[in-house]
């Protein structure tokens, strides 16, 4: 029999309950993805493309070994701090329960980005009883430490990459030079972190109880400072992974960027992935490949570098979770019972 108090958790669970992206949201990256692709072979033959990949076929075993270390790395940290993070804020669950959500979640992404967070979301609300904007603000909370990571990883390239590397071009109606303007954005990121997280660790937040209090800041409201620091350091240690498989297989291809450089375009290259400007892991890693690293090879050499990592991301991915997908699938998106 359900008490009152239940019935009003459940009403109130209801109203909060987010559906399916639109069939709109859901397309968008198809077209993007298919867009950059196009433009990328109009910038760049593909008959050059091609023989770049077949050049690649001795070592082969050595970017395949290469990048399955870093899967196995992301897999091991992303599990961990949701586990760690979903347990602090929202509710109780196990390490192999967050395992199979994750893992589901990657085979998702691989073939429709825009329903993987909001599957997440939707298994933590009709599984564990969390609120849809808790567990988002716990995926925010993950991704804040994410960023945080990037901006370190930036920072490095912003401030350590030899200067003849760099872009010194005036930013059109501000006339100074873009690596200026780049150094001063990532010093003034660093004034605003400490801030932050002042805010949340102190009286402050206090003083403006709304925000304080707003679902979706559950996850900020309640973090120590030793929380943060764990996420960072899972992050941390995946991104750290990252850079340096990618400069393994670039140097299998014959492609010898900067370290520095790498520490920058690496990230960048891989969180276009999950983009509206990607499908498949392909689109936005394609760009940002072609325009950060041309420099450093022939633009075929890049962009068949750029492929076989997409292929690869898109693989590891819908391989990783394709066990876990229909029970996580069904849990989150049940079928609507006809009338």
């Known amino acids: 029999m359900t ?33 950059i692709l196009a433009f990328m072979f109009y910038k760049v033959d593909f008959a050059g493309v091609w023989a770049a990949l077949k050049a690649t076929g001795s070592n082969m075993y050595v970017i395949i070994g290469a990048y399955l270390v870093y899967c196995l ?34 085979t998702v992404q691989a073939v429709n980005g825009a329903l993987t967070e909001i599957m997440c979301v939707l298994y933590m609300y009709r ?66 972190i400490p801030i932050f997280l002042i805010f949340w660790r102190s009286g402050l937040k206090d ?26 350091l899972y992050r941390f240690s995946n991104n750290l992974v990252s850079v340096g498989v990618n400069i393994v297989i670039l140097r299998a291809m014959g492609i010898d960027a900067p370290i520095a450089l790498m520490a920058a375009a690496v990230p960048i290259i891989v969180n276009l992935a999950y983009t509206p400007a990607s499908a498949m892991g392909f689109g936005g890693p394609q760009l940002a ?36 997908l229909k029970p996580v699938y069904s849990a989150a998106f049940p079928p609507v019972p006809k009338a």
């Not at 239940?6 to 669970?13: A, N, Q």
């Not at 090879?297 to 898109?314: G, K, T």
Request: with cysteine; charged share 20%; net charge neutral.
């Open 289 to 324: 490949a072609y325009y950060l690293l041309k420099g450093y090879a022939a633009e075929d050499q890049v962009v068949a570098y750029s492929l076989i990592w997409s292929a690869l991301f898109f693989l590891t991915r819908f391989l990783a979770g394709i066990g876990f």
């Open 207 to 232: 003083k403006f109880p709304r925000v304080r209090d707003a679902g979706v800041l559950t996850a900020f409201n309640k973090a120590t400072l030793l929380e943060y620091l764990e996420v960072f």
């Open 73 to 106: 790395m992301y897999w091991i940290t992303d599990v961990l701090g949701f586990w760690r993070a979903y347990n602090w804020f929202n509710a109780s669950i196990g390490l192999a329960e967050t395992a199979r959500l994750r893992f589901a979640s990657y």
């Open 3 to 35: 008490s009152e108090n239940d019935e009003s958790v459940v009403e109130e669970t209801k109203e909060e309950a987010p559906s399916k992206p639109s069939l709109i949201r859901q397309v968008v990256p198809w077209f993007a993805a298919a867009g």
């Open 127 to 192: 599984v564990k009883k969390v609120k849809a904007l808790e567990s988002t603000g716990t995926a925010g909370f993950v991704y804040f430490n994410e960023n945080v990571v990037l901006v370190l990883l930036l920072t490095f390239c912003a401030f350590f990459l030899p200067e003849q590397r760099r872009v010194y071009d005036p930013v059109p109606g501000l006339g100074v030079p873009f690596w200026t303007v780049l150094q001063g954005l990532l010093v003034a990121v660093w004034v605003f």
